[in-house]
């Protein structure tokens, strides 16, 4: 009996191994355990970013400049001192100052500060400050301010010359020649609050009616007396209001003299209410 079943029907697919492998590829249905190398897309640094970066190479390279420089300025012995100059010095002479700043030559410009040259000066008691300017290529300008004697004090019989702090300043065998008041200090010292009372008097008072002063005492530091080289004695009382008793007393001085009722006491101790007698 003639089969009824239709013709076998043969189907066939293409096998996977006939399909193209990528490189590195194991067999079909394996897991592929090859690197997979993917496209890399490279995108443009932002603009800001590049002109941040720019700026703080420039910044950098121009500080490590400016180090070289400074640090070439400190340590170049084109910049070493060779010469002094000094300004202000009266009691002193200007090669005391040069040669108690010796130790400087040849030390840089700017390694020099007014500090160490202070401290060099500070032997020469007479300085009461300086200041120091470097002038390029190896000059340094010194200035310095003396202290100002007021008074020469008689101490066992020696005269101190002394400015307003007390400082001995220098000694002198002639008082005489020296246009300034004593202050007798006696055998012993005289006591320091007594001391500053007249000193501080004296710092006050000008220059000119300084020069008129023969001595200065004081009993107590409410009453200091100043005598006057013709004879004449000032009541100062104490130091308060120093300032305006020394004008008062200076107007005084320069008031015509009376030859019939001559002057043989200022007294400035309540300066706003002066009495002459």
Do not use: C
Request: glycine residues 8%; positive net charge; without cysteine.
């Amino acid at each position: 009996m003639a089969s009824t079943r239709g013709p076998d029907i043969i189907s066939a697919s293409k096998s996977d191994s006939a399909a193209p492998k990528p490189p590195g590829a194991g067999p079909a249905g394996a897991a592929s355990t090859g690197p997979r190398r993917g496209n890399v897309l490279s995108f443009p640094e932002p603009k800001a970013k590049r002109r941040r970066r720019i700026v703080l190479s420039t910044v950098a390279v121009i500080a490590v400049l400016i180090a070289g420089i400074v640090a070439a300025a400190v340590y170049s012995p084109w910049l070493a001192v060779q010469t002094v100059t000094v300004e202000g010095a009266r009691m002193l002479n200007a090669d005391q100052v040069k040669a108690a700043l010796a130790p400087l030559q040849g030390k840089p410009l700017p390694q020099i500060s007014d500090q160490e040259v202070s401290g060099l000066l500070k032997p020469l008691v007479q300085i009461k400050a300086v200041t120091t300017e470097g002038r390029p290529p190896s000059t340094l300008q010194v200035r310095i301010t003396e202290r100002v004697p007021v008074a020469l004090v008689k101490q066992a019989g020696v005269f101190q010359l002394v400015d307003v702090d007390g400082v001995q300043l220098s000694t002198t065998p002639d008082p005489a020649s020296v246009k300034l008041p004593v202050v007798d200090g006696g055998a012993g010292a005289l006591p320091q609050d007594l001391f500053h009372a007249i000193t501080a008097v004296l710092g006050a008072l000008p220059a000119d009616v300084l020069a008129r002063l023969s001595d200065a005492s004081a009993k107590s530091v409410d009453a200091v007396e100043l005598k006057l080289v013709d004879g004449q004695t000032i009541v100062w009382g104490n130091e308060g209001e120093k300032e305006l008793k020394a004008r008062v007393l200076a107007a005084l001085l320069k008031a015509p003299a009376d030859p019939k009722n001559p002057v043989r006491v200022y007294d400035v101790s309540v300066p706003r209410h002066p009495v002459t007698r």
